[in-house]
């Protein structure tokens, strides 16, 4: 196991470094994704459209596909990142998304002493690991 600590807080007991891994592979076609996201939500006021949908991010994040150069980073992507992380690799411990799961996903968040609580980060995760349910298809 690789422990990894932020001053956000750390990995939950099952985080390895595969799991590091493929976040840092994953990780700019999310931040595409989420900054495409935002346009898509805001009716084009907030974000930039990428003309980026959920295949493409798919695609970049396993590396099938190159991830093109983005103009300026979103500044909120910092914001969510930890959740986006956290639902990423939980894809790849879990099978699938149930109460159970939840609950124990609920579990480990709160094990990785993230100052921000389960719901206010629970959607967020739930994007990541769907994301990553469809990369991996």
Same mark, same amino acid.
């Not at 799991?19 to 595409?32: C, E, I, L």
């Not at 495409?36 to 930039?48: E, M, N, P, W």
């Given at each position: ?8 807080? /750390?990995?939950?007991?099952? &985080?390895? #470094? ?8 994953? /990780? ?5 994704? &989420?900054?495409?996201? #935002? $346009?898509?939500?805001?009716?084009? /006021? ?12 798919? %695609?970049? @994040? ?16 910092? %914001?969510?990142?930890?959740?986006? /992380?956290?639902?990423?690799? @939980? ?19 709160? $094990? ?13 995760? %739930? ?8 990369? $991996?298809?």
């Amino acid at each position: 196991m690789q422990t990894h600590t932020t001053t956000e807080g /750390r990995d939950p007991s099952w &985080w390895t #470094k595969e799991h590091t891994s493929g976040w840092n592979k994953a /990780r700019d076609a999310f931040m595409r994704d &989420w900054e495409q996201t #935002k $346009s898509d939500l805001s009716g084009g /006021r907030a974000g930039r459209d990428l003309n980026q949908d959920a295949s493409d991010t798919a %695609k970049q @994040a396993v590396g099938k596909e190159a991830i093109p150069p983005r103009n300026v980073p979103n500044p909120q992507f910092s %914001k969510y990142e930890p959740a986006l /992380r956290f639902g990423y690799g @939980a894809r790849s411990q879990y099978s699938r998304w149930d109460d159970d799961t939840e609950r124990q996903l609920s579990r480990d968040w709160s $094990s990785t002493g993230h100052p921000s609580k389960w719901e206010e980060v629970k959607a967020y995760v %739930k994007h990541a690991w769907d994301k990553a349910t469809n990369s $991996s298809s």
